[in-house]
């Protein structure tokens, strides 16, 4: 059988409409690729099943997953729950999972891919049948990968692709990469094994690579990169069978390290921003954390998570909602969504049996690659293997095990590698034909239920519903339709009980209906548990309650923002300031927050009446009289206020009797000094305290009348009075200096340092007024 089944066809086929519908990580594509997996499995179903120990793990997988809906009293419950039934009173339904609904949708999804696994790793492929099909996908690959280029370069976007910059068919540029990756491995093993035969058909495969690389490097993706690299390297270290004479293993391996010479040096030269990652080590789209270092962090916090209920986990579909009041060290302003890694995952949502389950998996379909045989066509094999532990070992930091788009390129490969010879060949039983097709109906039914779900039919709910409430509570949001806001929160938290977004949609609305205050309360409790670390959540809240005059609600709930997020402190502070201007009451409290986090002082001062300055003044001194909780620049600050809005003479005698003070507080020590015309301790305070700017060095040994001619022939040149100016000053010629800083001063944009050397000019002629003057003109802005 040399030619390609047109059931074989049909999954090459499949797995690449996967990718081109956005990598089918929309329900719309779900629905899509079950759909037509049933529709293909009904058609020509299994007529061999792949033992008994697939079957076995096949059934405890399902099994683990559909715990979730066993009761949650049959084992203790976990900390997250009891805080939620107990301390804020969340209604939760009595199944082990908190989100049914969902855990039902993620099961079905689940569901579709075990069907789809145990239909594509039972097809049986001769040498033929997987160079048709790796050239097929790789051909597919190439096509989209080169869609990437083209729709990167010319800034189009293309319809069901949701990167948001445009990197790539997946939301995620990594998973993107790592299909690419994949594909150009077996591209690169397909180069090879063509060469063998015709130079012209290696070369044309040669060309296929081109764009597959230059996708990956426009995903801006390190992973890809080195899945890649670190593949080609692999495949060419993996142990051969073939019966080569020396000069042909010489000849190709001198053939491949060139190709993998020239195809560094290609990303060495063209690389751009993604060879700056490697470079920088860093990603400029987490400037405060370095990503690998922030991985590790959120791995460690979901590993401790998984302990909490290590047995069957926390169910399907649950990981977002809950992980972010497991977070610690890993805190930071944004919502993790996965535990960066397939592993932590399915551990945390299914249990510690679930990778137990996934490696005893991988060891068998290891063990069916075996033997590699001495024959020509089994390199590419090889090279299907590699692909396929490449994606294992990028499971363990990214999560493309949980799309369709990917797993599905995986599967296909895992299935390519696998040797006929090792195959068990245990036929279907008669009722067997009649299982897969119910299984096969199994899918279409669930590919209905996603059609109709999107198309709002009253089916069971799945997240295309929260889409569509989300959509209808923003226009009654916008519209301010209070009770329909009320409505959809509630029909939202029907589907998913665990989302804060709809505990604060539902609070907003109870906050302006009489007689709910306590309820909106309660909400946004409830909503601050299930985000402990968001700051935004709290300052919004904030802005709610201070529209209806609760300042102290208000107040609690922008303490609380701050709190969260210390590095931006400053910032909601000044925020809160501009909202809070006509609620006096509010304002008094922000004043208060400010006596307590100095950060916040010279913010709150600069918005400040004087009355309110000199108030806060006052008090700061009777709780901190030394100053001793001010850095030397809050001192600065607070001395600058002071003289501006506060009490001038008060000031002058603190700083008379604080000494250590007048490190900060020297210049209006001296102004005060200038004002009862004692002009000399005014100059010793600026020569004890003050930075001397940086001056030019004097560049020139030329006769100062030279200079003198040069500068009065161009009396407007900045740059050759200063050197004139410079040499008069060395050559202790005060009197002419007077008259070039007169004429230098006279320019346009004339540096202000001028004042300075001024200044120094008249103290050394003790003229201690003048010099002040001149000071002042310098030091004032």
Known sequence: MNSLHPRQLSIVILTVLALALGGATELWAQAVVAGLAGILILLAPPHHQLGRLPNILCLLFLALALAAFLPANWTTLPPWRQHLVDDLHVTLPFTRTPQPWLTLQACSLLMVGLVWAYYVLNQRWDSEQRLTALRFLVLGVAILAALIVITFTLGWRMPGWNQELNRGWFPNRNQTADVLALCGIVNYGLIFDRLRKSRFLGLFWLLALAPIC??????????????????????????????????????????GLALGFILMAFFFLFGGETLERFQHHSDSQAPTMQESEYRILIQKDAFLFSLQQPWFGIGLGNFEALFASARHASVAQNRAIHPESDWLWATCEMGWFAPLILVVAIGWWFSRCFPFEPKQGESLRRAAAVAVVMFLLHGLVDVSGHRIGSIGVALLLASLAMSSHSRVSIPVLSWGSLFFRGLAGLLMVISAWWFASLKGFPVPPTTADLVRLEGHSKIATATGQIESMEKLANEALHVAPLDWIYYF???????????????????????????????RLCYDEGVIWLSVNQPDLCMDAWKEAMRRNPPDEAQLYRHMLELSRTNPLVCEYLREFALEHKDCLNLFFGDSSRDDAKKTISELLVSDPDLKTLSQEQRENLFQIWWFKGDQADLIRQLISHEDWQGAGWPFLAQSYAQQKDFQRAWEMVTHYSQPPNLPAPVTDRPLADLERDFYSRPDNIATGIILLLAQIKADQADDAFVTIHAVEKIPNSPKYVFYLEARLWAEKQNWEQAWNAWWNFYSP
């Not at 949609?505 to 309660?522: N, P, T, Y």
């Open 505 to 535: 949609q539902r609070a907003r609305a109870e906050v302006f209906e009489r007689g709910k205050l306590s309820h909106a309360i309660d909400d946004f409790q409830v909503a601050r548990a299930l985000e402990p670390h968001w700051a």
């Open 214 to 255: 230059t996708a990956l490097v426009i995903c801006y993706s390190r992973a890809g990169i080195l899945l890649f690299f670190t593949g080609i390297c692999l495949w060419h270290l993996w142990p051969s069978h073939h019966r080569k004479s020396s000069r042909s293993r010489i000849k190709w391996t001198a053939l």
